[in-house]
């Protein structure tokens, strides 16, 4: 049973690596997952120690920062070449090395992965000591390695060289920070035995975001170059600093070992032979073998532990990934039906979208009917309401139109044509605000439009082709619509002008004033009122701009007969107020004719005729067999959409 629990353990690694590439294919890393970040000063061992696991030379070395971008390395064990020829046709090579970027190309030369992580960091980062925190993807398959997904990162750096920024040792510990500030990650922590534990960047680091050493691993390298007379025993021992997951010393190859190309399995033997003659008790503890065997164990161990979490998102993700994937739709085989479908869906959706019955309501702002409700009711009504009734009337102009009215002869009451006159003159003002409230109206109809291809019809977003003609329908229908409902408009006010109903019934009251004022006039006329006042003003002196000149002085008939201001007489005063009462009182009965009749205009005219007539003219402009195929064709955008969450679901 045990052996069957090891066996079921050491497939959790292989299946995070899998979830890791599929979220790296998509392009987010949507999950936290777990993996081992190697973390350490800058020449301290970190790819000397990554290499002894592999048990190859591939990282590039030197002296300096040589790993400039992070190095995401999976290792995969699989059977000898021998048993899998026996089973499969595969890759004929003991082991071998992909990349995610150059993908089918497979590399068997671990010399050509060393050129290539060369290539592909100078890509990104230059060929001049330059940084990048886009991570390279490394898998290795090898029967001599064990499961495990390390990453190698950027040493820890102090001084800037080369073209390297001023603040290059924020940007390491930044990038590094977000490497090792995942919880589900280990900290392989890399510090060189010749140096003071208590100085070691790395711990510092790993203290920051794993303050209890939960996910910390300490490797002590370089052992065989600490001074005469010194040993690590106290360190990996934990007397000095106390690591939970433990302390592993490994001893690197020299820089006189790699240039003698001495391989890794005699290093390891000389690593061996070194620990049992300097650290007999601790021997079988410490070593690059016994420190991959560590990690893979506690790698399997805490993806264990993690796993519960793990399924619980991938849950949660698969669920939202398969409701992409049902947005997206299938592909399409029936063009017709296909096209009849997302057509008569839009049409169903705009006029939903009008009515209020859509099933995508905005809380952000008005939209569809309810704007157009408030276009006419708020907008458009209070519009009128602020229209002032004698708006631009002053009260010579109304006693000049009087006069102009009478003629060459004296009035002796109102005359109705300077109403006329003026009224019309007033009525004519509503007709600016009323053509504003159609084209208010056609604008949201247009809005509407869009609004139905971001929310209501997620279809449109797959046919690009068809999304534009269907706009262009739509706004050409509206377009059509457009001038007819601004010449009925046109004609309700013109209607109002063409004929003033002085026998409305609401303005009967209005027109009894009139007559009565018509009255006493007349009276006060027969009293002989007018000529005592006449004679008593042409003894006070002629008032100015009336009357004849005074001796001396010469005569000018082209004189403007009516001064610029003065003070009204008391009849002119009545005269005023009455066609000023007139004049608000039957304004204000067009007014109220004109917001009720100018919302049911553009109701019938525009809105309720695209209602009526959208989907009839969409199929008529649309449904023709040389279009089907053109309209149809998917962007490439949701195709590739679909491909990606179709692989993420397969996971």
């Known amino acids: 049973k045990r052996a069957q629990s090891i066996g079921r353990m050491e497939t959790l690694i292989p299946t995070i690596n899998r979830l890791q590439e599929v979220f790296l294919t998509v392009g987010a890393e949507v999950i936290q997952l777990p993996q081992i970040v190697v973390v350490g000063s800058q020449s301290s061992g970190k790819s000397s120690v990554l290499e002894s696991l592999v048990g190859r030379d591939f990282l590039p070395r030197g002296s300096g920062i040589v790993t400039r971008r992070p190095l995401v390395l999976q290792l995969i064990n699989i059977a000898p070449l021998q048993e899998r020829l026996k089973i499969e046709s595969g890759v004929k090579a003991e082991e071998w090395g992909t990349f ?38 490394l898998k290795i398959f090898s029967p001599k390695v064990l499961n495990l997904t390390l990453v190698d990162l950027p040493g820890i750096t102090k001084v800037p060289v080369g073209d390297q920024p001023e603040d290059i040792e924020a940007q390491v510990q930044e990038m590094i920070l977000s490497f090792i500030s995942n919880p589900n990650s280990l900290i392989l922590a890399v510090s060189p035995a010749n140096s003071d534990l208590a100085t070691s960047d790395a711990l510092k680091l790993a203290r920051e975001v794993d303050p209890d050493g939960r996910r910390t691993l300490l490797v002590v390298s370089k052992l065989d170059l600490m001074d005469a007379g010194t040993d690590a025993l106290e360190v990996l021992l934990g007397r000095v600093i106390p690591v939970k997951l433990g302390i592993i010393g490994v001893v690197n ?32 503890r410490a070593g690059s073998r016994y420190l991959a065997k560590t990690l893979s164990r506690l790698l399997m161990h805490h993806i264990r532990d993690c796993l519960p979490d793990l399924k619980t ?31 008569t869906k839009f049409a169903s959706d705009y006029c939903n979208t009008i009515e209020g019955t859509a099933r995508y309501i905005q809380t952000s702002e008005l939209c569809g009917g309810a704007r157009i409700c408030y276009i006419f009711h708020e907008t458009f009504g209070r519009t009128l309401q602020s229209i002032d ?24 009451f109102v005359p109705e044509v300077s109403f006329e006159l003026l009224v019309k003159r007033q009525i004519k003002r509503l007709e600016e605000p009323s053509l504003r409230c159609v084209e208010l109206v056609h604008e949201e109809l247009q809005r509407i439009i869009q609004h139905c291809s971001s929310f209501s019809t997620q279809e449109l977003l797959r046919f690009p082709k068809l999304h ?53 006039q007349a009276e006060a006329l027969d009293g002989g009122k007018r000529w005592k006042n006449e004679k008593v003003a042409e003894e006070k002196g002629p008032a100015s701009g009336f009357g004849s000149p005074s001796k001396g002085q010469a005569i000018n008939l082209l004189d403007t007969a009516v001064p610029v201001s003065r003070k009204l007489s008391a009849r002119e005063q009545r005269d005023c107020e ?29 809105v309720n005729f695209v209602k009526e007539h959208l989907q009839s003219e969409l199929v008529g402009q649309l449904y023709k067999q040389r279009l089907l195929q053109e309209l149809l064709i998917e962007s490439q955008d949701t195709a590739q959409q679909r491909t990606e969450v179709a692989q993420m679901l397969e996971v």
């Open 313 to 343: 998102r991938v849950t949660v993700l698969s669920a939202q990934y398969q409701t992409r994937l049902n947005s997206y739709g299938q592909p399409v085989e029936d063009h017709s039906a296909t096209l009849l479908q997302i057509v």
């Open 468 to 520: 534009d003609s269907i706009v262009e329908v739509v706004t050409g229908l509206l377009r059509k619509r457009l001038p007819i409902t601004n010449e009925m408009v046109h004609n309700l006010v013109a209607i109002e002008l063409a004929y003033i109903n002085t026998k409305h019934p609401d303005f009967t009251d209005a027109a009894q004033v009139s007559a009565s004022v018509n009255s006493q």
């Open 389 to 412: 009734p004698l708006g631009g009337l002053t009260e010579l102009d109304i006693l000049t139109a009087i006069r102009n009215a009478t003629g060459p002869r004296p009035a002796l």
């Open 253 to 284: 190859r020299s820089q006189h070992d790699i240039n003698t190309q001495k391989s890794l399995e005699d290093s390891m033997r000389d690593e061996q032979a070194f620990l049992q003659r300097h650290y007999p008790s601790l021997a079988s």
């Open 578 to 606: 009455v066609i000023q009462r007139l004049i608000k009182c039957y304004f204000l009965i067009v007014r109220k004719s004109i917001q009720d009749s100018v919302p049911k205009t553009v109701m019938h005219f525009l």
């Open 100 to 137: 995610l970027h150059c993908k089918n190309q497979i590399f068997t030369d671990f010399q050509e992965i060393r050129l290539e992580i060369e290539a592909e960091t100078e890509r990104s980062s230059g060929d001049n000591k330059g940084i990048s925190p886009e991570p390279i993807y």
